[in-house]
């Protein structure tokens, strides 16, 4: 008997998310992408219609799986400077899992598609402040508990951490020793406690 639908919908994405994360966009030939979906290109383009449309569907895949990482991170029972804190080791975790130095799917689509393609960026960049909300929230909450000087400018607070997050994903892919990164990470984190 066969499985239902969604899930061999959903291993195909994610096949199809890991393929795009290592290649990149461009890189990615149908012929790779029915190799690892396990797809013929009849069967690929009637479900997708063409790769452009496979590779967004990628990126929503990647990124509901990232986002809900994020939110349990930053909404946990922790105090709300410590849940930013968590969300940095948890950072320093993954980079430590990514053998390949794949780094993060969103980051390397800013850096791979040109910037008239309008389509695509808004897409990225959606997700991207939808995350920095999350920041703004929990930044927030702190200074709403005291822990930043009242005149922080919490969304401002959360553009900072969120160029962090950008540039150490960057910098995460020239293999750097994870006591450099986590050194970088603490010296973002006292801006925080400086506020």
Known sequence: MARPLEFEYEEVLNNAMQLFWRKGYATASIKDLTEVTKLQPGSLYGTFKNKRNLFLQSLDFYFINLYESIHRILHSDNAPLERI??????FISQSE?????????????????????????????????KVENEFSKVLIEARDKGDLDKKADPQSLAKMLMSGIFGLQVYNRMQPDQQGLKKIIQNLLSTLTKQ
């Open 97 to 129: 899992k990514d053998n390949d130095r794949k780094s993060c799917l969103l980051v390397n689509t800013l850096l791979e598609i040109p910037v008239d393609d309008k389509e695509i960026n808004k897409q990225v960049r959606d997700m991207f402040l």
């Open 85 to 90: 804190k968590d969300f940095f080791d948890y």
